[in-house]
């Protein structure tokens, strides 16, 4: 919202200067996006009036002027504007003069004496190019300051208003709220009903009452349409970033700046019957004012008489019914529309106007008349013509429920106590009516303001009002102690330092992603759908976080990276017995050579182990391995991943349709587990320090190739055998030698006595038992 400083202290004239005023605006929540002078500053220009003009004797392009600026004689000035002329009056910088860039003194020019400049609203820093000099009405008065003529000792202010202040939208509307800061006189313009001249009236139908609670209008008879708009008036709406078009349109721009009702002139000999509210004809069409011939939906609101629609209400209006020059009746409309009737039409035909983003924010449906009353007294004053009475159809207007404000939460809300009178006092500025009753207030909004529904919306009015800066900054005292912190739970960041340590990033990704991801990636067929996705790809909630890793690794691979290592921690979401569940993962994934480019080792791909090493810190060696089929994994190499024999993730190689689909040259490893399982331990006890040496024995046995490692491994430690320290697998030997469909796993045991060295016997009798243990459980049978 632009406007003039000065149109704005005609309503209402604080004793502050422009930034003080600009300071309250901003911290009434009218923010002042900018602040700035209408005119470069320049010094003694005052009206000069053209005597004579003659040619110069010594330039074709010349003129020898005889400039009278009020003083005993005339000034000789040289000029070589093509529009100076005899009678024509014009900006004279007099000699001393200051002006943007430049000051002027007594020069000679082609050897004569010139006293002064005539000027241009170029070199006075009005415009940026003119062609000649700046013609002023006949009526200035010859050696007038140029400054208070044209009014230029004035400031542009550019509010950068909420969605919910449109209220704010009009020069009165801010005047209101500075009457109510500054506690200064507000002067509202005069408003009488205008003389009824002849008794023709145009004939009304609202269908749509709901969308059109108020519609008045009236015929105005025997307007001058080509009539000459006020200077003071095209400096206004200029000032606020209008250009003049003529005078009857003027004055309805001028009544929307002003008041912030928008308004529409017909041509009357142009309509063809009555005026008729309505909803848009399916493929019903309209060519509008800015040249657009557009295709209308039946949500949209139309004015329409017999020959079909004529303008898109609240919008903007028809070609067919424009007023031009010639026009000499108007149908002048002033009208409330519901800001639901209004809200989006507009940007869906691909265009905005001053009247949709007044409209849809809500306009004052109390003012529609007087709106009206005002632009035909303008109207007759500038045009002439004769208005005739007004027709007005009324239905339901929107209702101004009373909002409660209980002073007990204003200072809860506030932090300060603020008496029962003070928060009267501020309503009453505000022009809120209130009853008030045992420490509340009952406060039933005015008609402009549609952002008062709630007792939050009445502790802002308060607050702002009293003044933010009157609300001292008291900090929060608190009594500050150490949480509690179980040694049995780890820190989520020792997982994100491990895997950093790793050679992984970490990465952010949405939480909202493609329906396909889900269904064909995750084989989840019932993902979470989103009410209003913010992006057709982004429409479901994430069941696993392999999509935004994977999505990670095709922007980077694509920018030229080779090797990655990511991960991710973050939330993953299901449905479970008719609610939601939401899960915290940690995912990884590697992809490219194991190692960094380097000399020292040999380049290779990282594989399923290489990763499974990953996994195994973070589940501190832990973790059970056991392979299993996934959607979005290579069928031989992907595994279920447990912990105390309860899975709590997947790891394993990208499946090779999903290689392609993704383009990726090379194989990819990913992994995902359940974050709470990783942080619980057990509390670490004390073990004595064993001073005599281990033993170690090997056991070699041969297996059926479906016999896993894991089920081995978990057998032996089963047995809980006190003097066994470690099992490991040193060797796996499939060939000569050992039978088809077998396999030789050898483990190494190593066992120890805290207090005694084991002897032969004692070693025997343990090795005895862990191959029982693993012949009765899988057939094993030892290796000789």
């Known amino acids: 919202m632009q406007f003039s400083e000065n149109w704005l202290r005609q309503f209402v004239n604080p004793a502050i200067d422009s930034e003080a005023l600009s300071h309250e605006l901003t911290m009434t929540g009218l923010e002042v996006e900018e602040m700035a002078p209408v005119a470069a500053s320049f010094s003694k220009v005052v009206v000069g009036e053209i005597v004579s003009a003659e040619k110069h004797p010594d330039a074709d392009r010349l003129q020898v002027c005889r400039v009278n600026v009020g003083l005993a004689e005339p000034l ?24 943007p860039g430049f000051a002027i003194k007594q020069a000679k020019v082609r050897g004569v004496e010139s006293f002064g400049m005539m000027c241009s609203a170029k070199e006075l820093g009005l415009s940026e190019e003119s062609s000649g000099l700046l013609e002023l009405p006949q009526e200035s008065v010859v050696g007038e300051d140029i400054r208070r003529l044209l009014d230029l000792d004035d400031r542009l202010f550019t509010l950068k208003l909420t969605p919910n202040r449109s209220d704010c939208l009009s020069v009165l509307g801010i005047a209101r709220d500075v009457a109510a800061l500054t506690g200064a006189v507000l002067r509202l313009p005069e408003i009488k009903p205008a003389e ?137 409309e002033s009208a409330f529309f519901t800001p639901a009737a209004i809200a989006g039409r507009a940007r869906r035909l691909g265009f905005s106007t001053d009247s949709s983003y007044r409209f849809e924010r809500g306009v004052d449906f109390a003012a529609t008349r007087e709106a009206l009353e005002r632009a035909t007294d303008l109207i007759v004053q500038i045009c002439g013509g004769s208005a005739g009475a007004v027709t007005e159809q009324l239905a339901a207007l929107p209702q101004r429920q009373p909002v409660t404000l209980r002073l007990s939460r204003l200072t809860g809300v506030l932090g300060i106590a603020l008496d029962e009178a003070v928060v009267a006092d501020l309503f009453g500025r505000l022009g809120f009516a209130f009853k008030t009753a045992s420490g509340s207030f009952e406060v039933t909004p005015p008609s402009y303001r549609f952002d008062i529904a709630i007792e939050e919306d009445l502790i802002e009015e308060v607050a702002r009002l ?30 994100k330092d491990a895997l950093a340590a ?64 990511l991960f991710e921690v973050g939330a993953a979401y299901g449905v479970c017995d008719g609610g939601f569940t939401e899960t915290l993962r940690i995912s990884g994934l590697a992809y490219g ?88 331990r057990q509390l670490v006890q004390y073990a004595e320090v064993g001073k005599f040496p281990p033993v170690r024995r090997d056991l070699a046995v041969l297996v059926d190739e479906n016999v896993s490692l894991q089920a081995l491994m978990d057998t032996m430690n089963a047995t809980a055998i006190p003097l066994v320290n470690h099992i490991e697998l040193f060797d796996i030997y499939r060939g000569k030698g050992i039978p088809e469909g077998k396999k030789s796993l050898a483990f190494l045991v190593l066992m120890k006595d805290t207090q005694k060295t084991l002897t032969d016997v004692e070693a025997d009798e343990v090795m005895v038992k862990l191959l029982d243990s693993i012949v009765l459980a899988h057939h094993a049978e030892l290796r000789k």
């Not at 608190?478 to 509690?484: D, S, T, V």
């Not at 991801?517 to 067929?525: A, F, H, Q, T, Y």
């Open 593 to 680: 050579n194991v190692m960094p480019e380097q000399w020292g080792v040999e380049a290779r791909d990282v594989d399923f182990f290489d990763v499974k090493a990953d996994v195994d810190l973070l589940t501190g060696g832990q973790a059970q391995y056991e392979a299993i089929a996934h959607p979005a994994l290579h069928p031989g190499q992907s595994a279920r991943v447990s912990l105390h024999g309860k899975p709590v993730g997947f790891i394993g190689k990208l499946h090779p349709k999903w290689q392609q689909h993704y383009q990726l040259p090379r194989g990819v490893i990913l992994f995902e587990l359940d974050v709470a399982p990783l942080l619980s």
């Open 76 to 99: 000789q000035i040289v000029c070589g504007a093509p529009n100076a002329r005899a009678g024509l009056k014009a900006p004279c910088a007099m000699v001393g003069a200051v002006l």
């Open 466 to 495: 009293h003044g933010y800066d009157n609300i001292p900054a008291t900090p929060p005292q608190a009594a500050l102690r150490m949480l509690e912190s179980p040694e049995t739970m780890l820190d989520r960041a020792l997982l």
């Open 196 to 332: 009824v001249r002849h008794d023709e009236v145009k004939a009304v139908v609202v269908q749509q009452t709901s969308s059109c609670p108020r519609y008045t209008g009236r015929l105005i008879r025997g307007v001058n349409a080509a009539a000459t708009t006020p200077a003071w008036m095209v400096r206004r709406l200029e000032r606020s970033g209008l250009r003049s078009i003529s005078a009857i349109v003027d004055v309805t721009n001028y009544v929307l700046l002003e008041m912030g009702q928008p308004l529409h002139a017909f041509d009357a000999a142009k309509l063809q019957g009555g005026i008729v509210v309505r909803n848009a004809q399916p493929k019903e069409k309209i060519a509008l004012l800015n040249d657009q011939t557009v295709e209308l939906d039946s949500d949209m609101l139309v004015i329409a008489d017999q020959s079909g629609a004529i303008a898109l209400a609240g919008i903007m209006g028809g070609a067919a019914t424009a007023v031009t020059d010639a026009t000499a009746d108007i149908f002048l």
């Open 502 to 565: 790793r050679g992984y990033q970490e990465i952010v990704t949405y939480s909202f992603v493609d329906e396909s991801w889900e269904r064909d990636l995750l084989g989840n067929v019932n993902p979470i759908p989103l009410k209003n996705p913010i992006a057709s790809d982004m429409s479901v909630m994430r069941s696993g976080l392999w999509g935004g890793l994977l999505d990670t690794l095709v922007y980077n691979l694509n920018r030229k990276q080779d090797r990655l290592r």
